[in-house]
Nanobody
Framework: QVQLVESGGGSVQSAGSLTLSCAAS????????MNWYCQAPGRQVPGEER????????????NYADSVKGRFTISRDNAKNTVYLQMHSLKPEDTAVYYC????????WGQGTQVTVSS
């Protein structure tokens, strides 16, 4: 059974920092591209509810949404089957539910973790 379990969300003030973690089980983690998506409050456009924030390939290549470049860092620890998202200089517009996603042919999702940034 595949499980992706996110943790680390919470409430912070603007300019604060959080680090999200996603622990995977039931997959060969090192084979998977790992992604962090976010779904902002009220975002209900079908097919566009979740926005890609950052991704990291099995080889460690990373990509980021323009809105988070220079502020967020994605990393992975294959020995721990865990992917991280370090979030700095947080803004109120970063408020969202953040989802971990694993892709390698199959596509798996975590349950999400809430990040709330207050001004």
């Amino acid at each position: 059974q595949v499980q992706l379990v996110e943790s680390g969300g919470g409430s912070v003030q603007s300019a604060g920092s959080l680090t999200l973690s996603c622990a995977a089980s039931g997959i060969i983690f090192s084979w998977y591209t790992m992604n962090w998506y976010c779904q902002a409050p009220g975002r209900q456009v079908p097919g566009e509810e979740r926005e890609l924030v950052a991704k990291i390939s099995p080889g460690g290549s990373t990509n980021y949404a323009d809105s988070v470049k220079g502020r967020f860092t994605i990393s992975r620890d294959n020995a721990k089957n865990t992917v991280y998202l370090q979030m700095h200089s947080l803004k109120p517009e970063d408020t969202a539910v953040y989802y971990c996603n694993a892709k390698h042919g199959n596509n798996y999702w975590g349950q999400g973790t809430q990040v709330t940034v207050s001004s």
